[in-house]
């Protein structure tokens, strides 16, 4: 019975050592199988919260200039490997003009937490104009794996993907530091985890803080380090605004729904974001003309032309519940094996 018991306790031993260590996630030896209803666009994770009508603006000082950003949640969603995402807008701008333009597809994990990155349409520019989509990827779209941007439950040590296109997109972050407290325009935070994110594609790295202070709950400062792992030189991205009501009303552009983005019921399409379609509407035109060049057309096709292999996902959908069964099976058999054994334990104390 005692070899039993130590068999069984070893048992449950090693299945919490393996949910634990799903927090290091590497799809390059272990790729996710993908459930789509296993994610939300309702992205609550206290760390990186996204309420529909949710805008953020950051600054940075840079060599060439005044960079800004300002990120949007109007609501729009998008379909990517089965998974409906939430279209997180990130714009920036170089002294006022626009140099990228990014649809960031995410989705919140329901059991962990977890917010996991299906891809992004990239449009940058140049001068005013467009100079293509370099940057973009699409989870299931030769061979690229959705990762996770922030996870549910960081740990210090933790390491995981944000995203992995093999010599493309293959950004990676670990957490370095937690309740690190930081100062930015918009505030001084407490609650923040800090990564150190990078890519082996780039000597380049960063600081990233994440807090969930309430008044933000999202990412509040970053430190680019370029010449890593020298930290001389540092660049800082700065909190400056967050509005929660700043991108309700916002219309989707016809150009994003050609691209497969739908607006959420709760956003108002009539009311057009007149500022951003005047001042772009050249820039859209241009990119209109290159887009028949080879490696846009590639993109586009292979994007579009995403097919689901339904018979597989449903397959490992049942293999996931009937491991889950067993797991469950087990732990109720060793409960049941450690309360037996407490109780012979003091009837032979009595017997005595």
Same mark, same amino acid.
């Given at each position: 019975?005692?070899?039993?018991?130590?068999?069984? #306790?070893?048992?449950?031993?090693?299945?919490?050592?393996?949910?634990?260590?799903?927090?290091?996630?590497?799809?390059?030896?272990?790729?996710?199988?993908?459930?789509?209803?296993?994610? $939300?666009?309702?992205?609550?994770?206290?760390?990186?919260?996204?309420?529909?009508?949710?805008?953020?603006?950051?600054?940075?000082?840079?060599?060439?200039?005044?960079?800004?950003? =300002?990120?949007?949640?109007?609501?729009?969603?998008?379909?990517?490997?089965? =998974?409906?995402?939430? =279209?997180?807008?990130?714009?920036?701008?170089?002294?006022?003009?626009?140099?990228?333009? $990014?649809?960031?597809?995410? #989705? +919140?994990?329901?059991?962990?937490?977890?917010?996991?990155?299906?891809?992004?349409?990239?449009?940058?520019?140049? /001068?005013?104009?467009?100079?293509?989509?370099? %940057?973009?990827?699409?989870?299931?779209?030769?061979?690229?794996? #959705?990762?996770?941007? @922030?996870?549910?439950?960081? +740990?210090?040590?933790?390491?995981?993907?944000?995203?992995?296109?093999?010599?493309?997109?293959? /950004?990676? &972050?670990?957490?370095?530091?937690?309740?690190?407290?930081?100062?930015?325009?918009?505030?001084?935070? $407490?609650?923040?985890?800090?990564?150190?994110?990078?890519?082996?594609?780039?000597?380049?790295?960063?600081?990233?803080?994440?807090?969930?202070?309430?008044?933000?709950?999202? $990412?509040?400062?970053?430190?680019?380090?370029?010449?890593?792992?020298?930290?001389? *030189?540092?660049?800082?991205?700065?909190? @400056?605004?967050?509005?929660?009501?700043?991108?309700?009303? =916002?219309?989707?552009?016809?150009?994003? #729904?050609?691209? %497969?983005?739908?607006?959420?019921?709760?956003?108002?399409?009539?009311?057009?974001?007149?500022?951003?379609?005047?001042?772009?509407?050249?820039?859209?035109?241009?990119?209109?003309? &290159?887009?028949?060049?080879?490696?846009? @057309?590639?993109?586009? +096709?292979?994007?579009?032309?995403?097919?689901?292999?339904?018979?597989?996902?449903?397959? /490992?959908? *049942?293999?996931?519940?009937?491991?889950?069964?067993?797991?469950?099976?087990?732990?109720?058999?060793?409960? %049941?094996?450690?309360?037996?054994?407490?109780? @012979?334990?003091?009837?032979?104390?009595?017997?005595?």
């Amino acid at each position: 019975m005692k070899k039993f018991l130590t068999f069984c #306790a070893l048992f449950a031993f090693m299945a919490v050592g393996q949910t634990l260590a799903a927090e290091n996630y590497n799809p390059r030896t272990n790729p996710p199988n993908i459930n789509p209803s296993d994610f $939300t666009t309702e992205i609550d994770n206290p760390y990186f919260s996204l309420p529909i009508g949710k805008k953020l603006v950051y600054e940075s000082e840079t060599e060439d200039g005044l960079e800004k950003i =300002v990120i949007m949640v109007p609501g729009w969603t998008k379909t990517v490997q089965g =998974v409906e995402t939430l =279209v997180f807008w990130d714009r920036v701008y170089l002294d006022g003009e626009l140099i990228e333009d $990014t649809r960031d597809y995410l #989705a +919140q994990h329901k059991k962990t937490g977890d917010v996991w990155y299906f891809g992004e349409h990239v449009d940058n520019y140049e /001068d005013g104009k467009f100079v293509d989509h370099h %940057g973009a990827w699409w989870a299931g779209v030769d061979g690229a794996i #959705a990762g996770k941007w @922030v996870t549910g439950n960081p +740990q210090v040590g933790d390491y995981f993907m944000n995203e992995l296109l093999v010599g493309e997109a293959e /950004d990676e &972050s670990k957490i370095v530091g937690i309740n690190e407290t930081v100062k930015t325009p918009f505030g001084t935070f $407490t609650q923040c985890i800090k990564s150190l994110d990078g890519s082996p594609l780039f000597s380049e790295k960063a600081w990233t803080y994440h807090c969930k202070d309430s008044k933000v709950q999202g $990412t509040a400062f970053e430190v680019d380090l370029p010449n890593y792992p020298d930290t001389d *030189e540092q660049v800082f991205v700065k909190l @400056v605004d967050v509005d929660l009501d700043g991108a309700f009303g =916002v219309a989707l552009p016809s150009k994003y #729904a050609k691209e %497969g983005v739908k607006i959420d019921g709760q956003i108002s399409q009539e009311n057009e974001d007149e500022d951003f379609e005047s001042e772009n509407e050249e820039e859209f035109e241009d990119e209109d003309k &290159s887009e028949d060049d080879e490696n846009g @057309v590639k993109l586009i +096709q292979n994007f579009y032309g995403e097919k689901e292999d339904s018979d597989k996902d449903s397959e /490992d959908e *049942e293999d996931e519940e009937e491991f889950e069964e067993i797991l469950e099976i087990g732990g109720a058999v060793l409960v %049941g094996l450690l309360i037996g054994g407490l109780g @012979v334990f003091f009837w032979r104390r009595k017997q005595k």
